[in-house]
């Protein structure tokens, strides 16, 4: 009877485990935002990769820290891709329905900015939280306008990765 009690335990503390394994999210490197630090798996909903033409990647925390790098045009982008809010599985920020939503805080930002794979899961995230739809021009231009914003507090460098007639893409 004792050893079956054992086993019992051991047989739970295993699968215990294994769920929480299962629940950590499993992002590509980095594991730290390359601008602010922040753990890239704890905001998997949120992540971004930027590829560069030359092979190489950045990768971030959010939208607030993308836009902190492609203000840089230090190198020509082949593609961002950010998390999908529901699978957390990275996605083409073009492709995206982005949602801007003012209720919620966003993860570096005041006013959130989520992507969706697609239009279903972002109109039933508004109908829950608010928002309205957005495309990623429009929710980097948001993240643009918060860093102009920080700018003038003198707490963060301006933003210039929305002017158009100098972007690198």
């Known amino acids: 009877m004792k050893r079956l009690v054992i086993t019992g335990i051991l047989f739970m503390i295993g699968m215990i485990v294994t769920v929480a394994l299962a629940a950590v999210s499993k992002v590509e490197p980095p594991d730290s935002c390359e601008v602010c630090g922040m753990k890239r798996p704890a905001f998997a909903k949120s992540r971004m990769l930027i590829t560069y033409e030359d092979g190489s990647t950045f ?9 902190d790098e492609l203000a840089k045009k230090e190198k020509k982008v082949k593609s961002v891709q950010v998390g999908d809010y529901i699978s957390e599985k990275l996605i083409d920020v073009k492709s995206a329905v982005w949602v801007i939503n003012a209720k919620k805080r966003g993860v570096m930002s005041p006013v959130a900015k989520w992507a969706f794979a697609g239009k279903t899961d972002a109109d039933a995230y508004i109908k829950k939280n608010g928002g ?12 643009c306008d918060e860093r102009k914003g920080d700018d003038a507090k003198g707490t963060k460098a301006g933003c210039n990765c929305c002017d158009k007639k100098d972007q690198k893409k």
């Open 59 to 67: 990768g971030t925390c959010s939208i607030a820290c993308v836009s």
């Open 132 to 143: 309205k739809l957005a495309t990623w021009d429009e929710a980097l231009t948001a993240a």
